[in-house]
Structures are given as C-alpha cells and as structure tokens.
C-alpha cells in the first residue's frame, strides 16, 4: 500500500514507543507503535525470537523487526529495516 492510501489508517491514540536500531545504518529510530503492534514487538522481548511488522503511527512508515539477543540475561537492541 502506498503512503498516500496508509496516512488515512494513522490514528491520534495514544502511542508506545519503541527504539530499535536501523539494520543498515545503525541509526537508533523512535518508533510509536498502536497496541497491536507493540504486542507484536514485545511478544519475545529480549530473544532472537521477536520478528514482524510493525507501521510507526507518526510516519505511517513500516518496519520489519527482528530481535537480537546476545545471550545473556540483557535485553540487547533489536533492529530494523523499512520495508
């Protein structure tokens, strides 16, 4: 769906926010995420288990995330990449 067609699905609610870093880049993003999608982030939270998409509710921008875990008990950064 183009970015057009999606700002009309962006609501004003209140938002998570949700800090991955850029795959590419390495750049730390601040994404606000609805309900659903922050079910989706923190399904996992802190394991290489975390995986999906999630649309940022400020840009109507979406992200594939993945999670990245180093395998001790911290809870290392996930990342993302725009899809």
Request: charged fraction near 30%; aromatic fraction near 4%; include cysteine.
């Amino acid at each position: 769906m183009k970015d057009a067609k999606r700002k009309h699905l962006i609501v004003n609610a209140p938002c998570h926010l949700f800090t991955p870093k850029l795959s590419k880049t390495g750049k730390r993003l601040a994404l606000r995420l609805s309900d659903a999608d922050w079910a989706i982030a923190n399904r996992h939270h802190g394991t290489l288990r975390i995986k999906g998409v999630v649309t940022d509710q400020a840009t109507g921008k979406r992200y594939r995330i993945k999670g990245a875990a180093c395998g001790l008990q911290c809870q290392c950064d996930a990342t993302a990449e725009e899809v």
